[in-house]
């Protein structure tokens, strides 16, 4: 016992904090979210098949080398501000609760896109929806008609919004 406490008090004669965590909640956040990028690099370097589940996770934006997601991207509550051009998603874009505030030219949903409670004001240049448009809580649904919408969004589906 008394060997591990010369050691405890080796520091200057102060005594250590043991317990004390090593690393701050920054740096965890930011180790968490370069893993979270290799996950999606992988994803990429797999063939960006099957669905993309990032909710939750604190990320602001996708790699630029993702132009392909196989099935459903999934970012609903993260704090995505920006996606990569061009990018294609087979299945759902699921963007509800986000900050992010304008959508990239030439995106491409094959099934529904979800923007309720974003804070997205006019739809991108060349936007093509295969499935159904979910509004509610923007401002999209208040600037323009449902018609206006379907023509820019190029919508196959349903337009759900408030009003």
Do not use: A, C, W
């Not at 250590?16 to 999606?40: A, F, H, M, S, T």
């Not at 099957?50 to 999934?74: A, C, M, Q, S, W």
């Not at 929806?129 to 969004?153: A, K």
């Amino acid at each position: 016992m008394i060997k591990l406490k010369n050691i405890l008090l080796e520091n200057d004669g102060e005594e250590l904090d043991i317990l004390k965590p090593r690393r701050n909640k920054e740096d965890r956040q930011k180790n968490y979210i370069n893993v979270v990028l290799k996950q999606v690099q992988n994803y990429i370097k797999n063939g960006s098949e099957g669905n993309l589940n990032l909710y939750y996770i604190p990320i602001t934006e996708l790699p630029d080398n993702l132009t392909k997601v196989g099935r459903h991207l999934f970012l609903n509550r993260t704090q995505i501000q920006k996606l990569p051009n061009n990018l294609t998603v087979n299945g759902t874009l699921d963007l509800r609760e986000t900050p992010i505030t304008e959508l990239p030219d030439n995106l491409s949903v094959g099934g529904d896109l979800y923007l309720s409670y974003t804070r997205i004001k006019t739809p991108p240049k060349n936007i093509s929806v295969g499935g159904s448009l979910y509004l509610r809580g923007t401002p999209l649904e208040v600037n323009y008609t449902r018609d206006e919408l379907r023509q820019m969004f190029n919508v196959k589906g349903d337009i759900y919004r408030f009003s």
